[in-house]
Structure formats: structure tokens, C-alpha cells
């Protein structure tokens, strides 16, 4: 691992950069995705300094002169699928990171594409010719530091950084830039009066332990010193597949954070179903007020991709964990179904509820699949909206 | 819950007994002492000597086992001790005749028998839960083969998983003239009707077969078994022990409305051979692969198949005139069912490889529903 052969590519501002590709009016101006909330802002709206997750209200305050869009989350999909068989056409290892990002290692290309550099180039002009989109890459040894330099490079830039200025292009960043450093921790540091990678290098580790405990510690100590040896692991087959949502910080009653998992199990079923999975072991996530989380997870007789029985042992999770809720109040409940195996052989099992059975699941699917996700939903969510559903990965 | 019976005796316990009476006490309420270590007098077995005869009981709060051991009773009195290590220094007692004695000032009791003696810390009995009264509950009685012989042959479709209580348990239901037993896990549902004689009481409980397996367990001897089902309870009544279990709350599933009332194939096979081939060929239906039936020309073909590990197939002659069907089921499931059906021959009812199935015997009285696996491709 001598050479600089990791690419981070990220698609900049990608769902606003998807609406101003198939809107020539939205071209050059701001424009904001989202109903409520901007889940995208294009570079001319980030200028003005709005940020994402924000209210489009404030955000119209702060840009007056914003374009407000829909989301359009099956055309992100589709881009999302097109950008990614750019990538594997570039690179024989693929780490998807999002619908948006991914690491490529290129070692072993050289040969026949050329340098990283030429390869990331290449890229680059290769997604906007066949996708239409506006892409930034990082190159570096690793792949924390790719990252840091596809943000620095951002927008629309390629950058490069060789081994031997590794810390030269590092520590004299911002420490924001650190991966791991949001405003809380970017606080805290601040509060000592460090504000550069640089001088968190100079700190000594358990001096960042004692600042921002044992994990955010140890890890920020690592990247200042650019010490990262994860390598780029192609998404295997999945071991899980989950969806989770954030409440809002509004006190909620159960049968709110029901209405949420109902929601969830929905979704997560129809992408095991979509993938060909079944999975036995139920995970439900929870995080509460005070940001401490538990998960409780169930273990089925049989793998299932039904979304009753999914549904079924993830409310039994729940009203396990009612008594913590009552307590300590939830912010983001998750479902994740795990032990995943093929779903070519299924055991199929009695419709006891005659609204629920493998048939309905797959007519609701179809309905879907042709008409969209919001064409058919669950009565208990009928007021509740869809939450912010980010598009996902196609499931391996 | 159902007042306490018995008020707990205030002396010392001293008493006699025979090391085989009190092994056989101690059998049967043994299965009633809690596993789990959280609550740890649950673990323990409450011994009271009253009125001249000795008591055991233990509980795991949601079933009750409790019975009487023939003993002289020097001093009235009760105690609570470790129910595990009681059964196996009973077990392994040299003489026939054991003594048990509370040290109330040591907190002990003394077990002795020849010249070995043991000492047993002991709980205190104040702390064991009031176990439910079986007076005051309308009891009926049932003919003991009839009932065992429903459960054994509908219990095991009851669901393990813990997730859906409802499944875990047995449907009991009496109508007039017959006892209905119901149990499924989902996957697959056993119903047996079976007729009674003289009356029968009005009632319904889901039980949980784990309550009925012991049951089976302790019901040894005897024509009649008693029961009786008091508000949150069923109780069970053998010769000379007792089983109260909670019963478990909620709606059993209407399975009447799922098993078709229409098939497209009865295929006629000799049970004692099915079974034989689907034993032999389920050694290669590993990790929930599917066994594969195939019916055509006149024969059924079973097969396995599971991926790094191999195969195996067996055919035997079937009346089977129509297209070719396949259709997969898991091995064990298929197994249960052959194997509870009963009698000479199993008549295979179809409709289609994603359709339930049927098995029954000879008579109508007994149904097993197995639902099929998708199968691949």
C-alpha cells in the first residue's frame, strides 16, 4: 500500500445536480430538493449558505431566489444505477458507500486504463458524458484521505494526493474535515483552541480520549496521523438489509414509533423480496433522547421475506422495549432483517391474516414496481407521510 | 390469579418417607422448577408436611406441578429447597428410607438415608408464590387415552417461537360429544377430532403444549384425567398429582377457513413406506433445503439436494394419473405429519406445488396441513 491507487468519487450535490441536468431552466440557479425539508441544495444555494438537513423555509430566507423542487427519488435511483456502472467499468473493486459515493481501488489498471490520475480523469468525463452528471474525485493512499480530498476538490475538481505530502496537504485543514467531526465534536475542539488537523496531530491520544471519549478519541488521533488501513472491500452479498428513521426530537407515543416501523418493515421486506433474500433474525434499533441506542433482535424458525411475519416479530421487539421508550423517549427507530440466505426455496406459510399473505406482498410489489413507491401504502400512514426515504443501493 | 390454597405450615418440618415414593414426587414436580436463574426461589421446591401426608410443589409462574408423597409426619412444617439438587441426591440415595428434617436455626434442611446425610441451605417459603387453588374449580373428567393420544398427535405443529404466543399453545375446545385439539406454527396445522362419551363439559383454553407434553409425562396411570379451566387457568388433574399452567390470552388463528375445502389430486400411499423413504431421503435435506416430491406416471419420486453436501432420491408406486406435479415441503414437517397421521394409509391431498396440502389417514377425524416450499426455478 505504497502507491496512491484509491479513488473517492462523489457525485456533487447529486439530487439537485439530477434536477438541474433534466431542467435546463433550473441551470446556474439555486435550487432546492425537497418538500419541508432540503434534502439537496445545488453549489448556487450552498453558496448562500444553505445547508442540508434544513427547513425550506429558512432556506428561502437565507436564498430568496431558490427554485423548490420534489424530490424525484426513482430518477436519483436510475441516475444512482447509471453512475455506478461507470464505476464498474473503471474499477475492478467497488465499495459502494451511498446512492451517491463510492471508493474504487484502480491497482492492477494501470496497466491498461493508466495512472490513478488518468484513471480518475477518465471518470470523471465519463460520467458526465453518459450520466450527464457532475462528479469529484480524490486519490490518495487511503481511503480517509481520498475522502478528505474529494471534499476539498469539491465541486466538479479532481485532486490528488502523492505518499510524501500526505501530512503537508493534511494538517493544515480544517478540523471539520476529519471524517467523524461534526459540529458537536468540531466544538469541543474548538473550545481548546484547536482548529486545525495539525493540532490534533500535536495532542497526545488519551488527551483526545479525555476530550471526546474512548472511540472518538482513538479514531480522530488515527486520521490526523493519517494511519487508515481499511482496505476497499467490494459490497459482498449483504449480511443485513434495514432501513431506519429519525423521529424528530417531538415527544413520541408508541403508536407513533409503530406507524414508523410499520413503515420501515414495508420497505425493507420489498427490498428482500426485490433482492431474492429471506433472513431469520429481526433486528430493531433504537435510539433515545439522550442518544444512547439498544437494538433487540429475534431469531425466526424459518427465514421469511413476508412482511407480515417481519412485521410481527418486530412489534414483539418493540413492546419489549416499550418500558425504555416510556423512559428515556426515542429519536430513531431501525429495522434490519439479518441471517440473511437465497429466497429461491421459501417456506410458505398459512394466511392468517387475510390481508397480509405472501399474495398480497407480491401485488403490492407489482403495484409499486410499476407505479411508484406512494401508489400504495398502509392506512396507518396515510397521514403520516413517507418520511425522508433516501433511495438505496440495489440489494446484492 | 386464584387464591392460595393451602396456609403454609408454621413448625419444623421432620418426616419420613421411602426413597422410591419421594423419587417419584420429585420426578413429576421436578419439571415445574425454573430454569431461569433470575428469580431464584422459582428454582426451588416447596416440601409441607401437613395433615399427615408430605406436599411437593414447584412452579415456574406460568406452570404448576404439584403432588403428594406418602410419608409419616413426625412435625408438621414446610420448607423451600433447591429442586435440582433434591431430585439428584434422591436419585442416588443407598437405603429406602429417607428422612428429611428443617433446621429452622441453621436454615438448613437434613437429608438422611443410612449412613449418608446431607445439608441443604434452604429458601425461605414465605417467598414462594402462592400457587393456584384447585378447589372451588368446576372440574370434568375426561378419558385419560382419548386426551393423551389428541395431544400427542396435535402438539407438535405448536409453534417454539415465543414471538407469537398464540401459536405456542394447543387450542382445546369441547362440544358436545367431542373434544376438538388445534395447534399450528404457521407453516403447518394439526386438528383432531375425537368423540366423547357421557358428558361434556363447555369449554375452550389454548393451553401451552409444553403444559400437555407434561401432562403426558405425568399422566402414568389411571382412566380419567381431571379438568377444569378458572379464569386465567386450565388445571389438570392425574391420580395423584396436579398441573395448573396459564392459559395463554388472544385469538387462536380461524383455521377452519384456511384448510381448502377442494382438491385437485388425492393420491392414496402406504404410510409406514412413505415414511421409511422420507426418513432415508431427508438425510440430504440439510440446512431447510427442501424435500421434492414429484408425482407422475403412476409414481411419486422424493428427492434432496443440498449444495456442497450431495443428494439422494427414492421412488415408490402412487396412483397418479394427471401431469406431472412437484411440489417441496420441509423434511420434518413432512415427517411429523406422515408419522402423526396414524394407521395403514396416508391419503395425500393437492392442489398445487404453492398450495397447502393435506395429509389424513384412513378417517376424517384427524388433519394435517402442511404448506409447501417455493421451490427454485
Known amino acids: ?396 | 390469579m386464584i387464591e392460595a390454597e393451602a396456609v403454609v405450615a408454621a413448625g419444623t418440618l421432620k418426616t419420613t418417607c421411602s426413597r422410591d415414593d419421594l423419587l417419584r414426587g420429585l420426578g413429576i414436580v421436578s419439571r415445574g422448577v425454573s430454569t431461569r436463574t433470575t428469580v431464584q426461589i422459582l428454582a426451588g421446591i416447596l416440601l409441607d408436611a401437613t395433615g399427615g401426608k408430605l406436599s411437593l410443589a414447584a412452579t415456574d409462574m406460568e406452570l404448576s406441578l404439584r403432588t403428594t408423597v406418602e410419608a409419616k409426619i413426625e412435625s408438621e412444617g414446610s420448607v423451600v429447597v433447591p429442586g435440582r439438587l433434591l431430585l439428584d441426591i434422591a436419585r442416588l440415595l443407598p437405603e429406602t428410607e429417607v428422612s428429611l428434617e428443617h433446621r429452622l436455626e441453621e436454615a438448613v434442611v437434613e437429608v438422611r438415608c443410612g449412613s449418608a446425610s446431607y445439608r441443604l441451605h434452604t429458601y425461605n417459603p414465605e417467598d414462594f408464590p402462592r400457587l393456584p387453588d384447585t378447589q372451588g374449580v368446576e372440574l370434568h373428567e375426561v378419558d385419560r387415552g382419548t386426551l393423551l393420544e389428541t395431544v400427542a398427535r396435535v402438539s407438535r405443529s405448536a409453534s417454539r417461537d415465543e414471538s407469537r404466543p398464540v401459536l405456542t399453545g394447543v387450542l382445546v375446545h369441547f362440544e358436545p360429544g367431542k373434544l376438538v385439539m388445534a395447534a399450528t406454527d404457521s407453516y403447518r396445522l394439526s386438528v383432531k377430532e375425537t368423540s366423547l362419551e357421557g358428558s361434556v363439559p363447555e369449554l375452550e383454553a389454548i393451553v401451552p403444549a409444553r403444559a400437555l407434553g407434561e401432562l403426558a409425562r405425568i399422566a402414568g396411570e389411571g382412566e380419567k384425567i381431571v379438568l377444569g379451566v378458572h379464569e386465567n387457568q386450565v388445571v389438570f388433574g392425574t391420580g395423584d398429582a396436579w398441573l395448573t399452567t396459564r392459559r395463554i390470552d388472544g385469538q387462536f388463528p380461524n383455521y377452519k377457513q384456511l384448510v381448502p375445502d377442494a382438491f385437485e389430486h388425492e393420491v392414496p400411499l402406504p404410510r409406514e413406506e412413505l415414511l421409511d423413504v422420507v426418513r432415508r431421503v431427508s438425510v440430504m435435506a440439510q440446512r431447510n433445503s427442501p424435500l421434492r416430491l414429484r408425482f407422475a406416471d403412476g409414481e411419486l419420486v422424493v428427492s434432496a439436494q443440498t449444495q456442497d453436501v450431495g443428494e439422494a432420491r427414492e421412488s415408490l408406486p402412487a396412483s397418479f394419473g394427471a401431469e406431472a406435479l412437484e411440489i417441496g415441503f420441509n423434511a420434518e414437517f413432512l415427517r411429523d405429519g406422515v408419522d402423526s397421521v396414524g394407521g395403514e394409509t396416508v391419503r395425500l391431498k393437492l392442489i398445487s406445488p404453492l398450495r397447502p396440502a393435506v395429509l389424513q389417514g384412513e378417517g376424517d377425524d384427524f388433519l394435517y396441513l402442511i404448506m409447501p416450499i417455493r421451490l427454485a426455478g
Open chain 1, 1 to 396: 500500500m505504497d502507491k496512491a491507487t484509491i479513488l473517492h468519487a462523489d457525485v456533487d450535490a447529486f439530487f439537485a445536480a439530477v434536477e438541474q441536468r433534466d431542467d435546463p431552466r433550473l441551470r446556474g440557479r439555486p435550487v432546492l430538493v425537497g418538500a419541508w425539508v432540503v434534502l439537496a441544495a445545488s453549489y448556487e444555494a450552498k453558496a448562500r449558505g444553505v445547508d442540508t438537513p434544513m427547513g425550506v423555509a429558512r432556506a428561502l430566507r437565507l436564498c430568496p431566489n431558490a427554485v423548490v423542487v420534489e424530490p424525484r427519488m426513482s430518477a436519483y435511483s436510475e441516475a444512482s444505477k447509471a453512475v455506478y456502472e461507470v464505476f464498474d467499468d473503471t474499477a475492478p473493486l467497488v465499495e459502494g458507500l451511498s446512492i451517491d459515493e463510492a471508493f474504487l481501488d484502480v491497482r492492477g489498471v494501470r496497466r491498461l486504463s493508466g495512472t490513478p490520475v488518468e484513471v480518475a480523469a477518465q471518470l470523471r468525463r465519463d460520467v458526465r458524458d453518459r450520466v450527464g452528471l457532475p462528479i469529484t474525485v480524490g486519490i490518495a493512499r487511503t481511503k480517509f484521505l481520498a475522502k478528505v480530498a474529494s471534499g476539498v476538490a469539491k465541486p466538479d475538481g479532481l485532486l490528488a494526493v502523492s505518499p510524501e505530502r500526505e501530512l503537508a496537504f493534511l494538517h493544515p485543514l480544517p478540523v471539520e474535515r476529519l471524517w467523524g467531526v461534526g459540529r458537536v465534536t468540531a466544538a469541543k475542539l474548538h473550545g481548546r483552541g484547536i482548529r486545525t488537523v495539525g493540532e490534533v496531530a500535536r495532542l497526545a491520544e488519551p488527551e483526545l480520549v479525555s476530550l471526546l471519549g474512548r472511540a472518538s478519541g482513538r479514531q480522530l488521533h488515527a486520521l490526523a496521523h493519517n494511519r487508515d488501513p481499511r482496505t476497499v472491500r467490494p459490497n459482498r452479498r449483504r449480511g443485513s438489509i434495514g432501513a431506519q428513521r429519525a423521529l424528530g426530537r417531538r415527544p413520541k407515543t408508541l403508536a407513533d414509533i409503530d406507524a414508523a416501523l410499520v413503515g420501515l418493515v414495508d420497505r425493507v421486506a420489498r427490498r428482500m423480496r426485490a433482492a431474492g433474500r429471506v433472513g431469520r433474525t429481526v433486528v430493531l434499533r433504537l435510539r433515545f433522547d439522550d442518544f444512547s441506542r439498544v437494538t433487540r433482535s429475534h431469531t425466526l424458525p424459518y427465514p421469511t421475506s413476508s412482511t407480515q411475519a417481519i412485521l410481527t416479530a418486530a412489534r414483539a421487539l418493540l413492546a419489549t422495549a416499550a418500558p425504555l421508550i416510556e423512559l428515556r423517549g426515542s429519536t430513531l427507530v431501525g429495522v434490519a432483517v439479518g441471517n440473511l440466505g437465497d429466497g429461491r426455496a421459501v417456506q410458505l406459510a398459512l394466511p392468517f391474516d387475510p390481508h397480509s399473505s405472501d399474495a398480497l406482498d407480491a401485488a403490492v410489489d407489482e403495484v409499486r414496481q410499476r407505479f411508484g413507491a406512494p401508489a400504495i401504502t398502509r392506512a396507518v400512514l396515510l397521514d403520516r407521510g413517507p418520511g425522508l426515504a433516501m433511495p438505496v443501493l440495489p440489494d446484492a
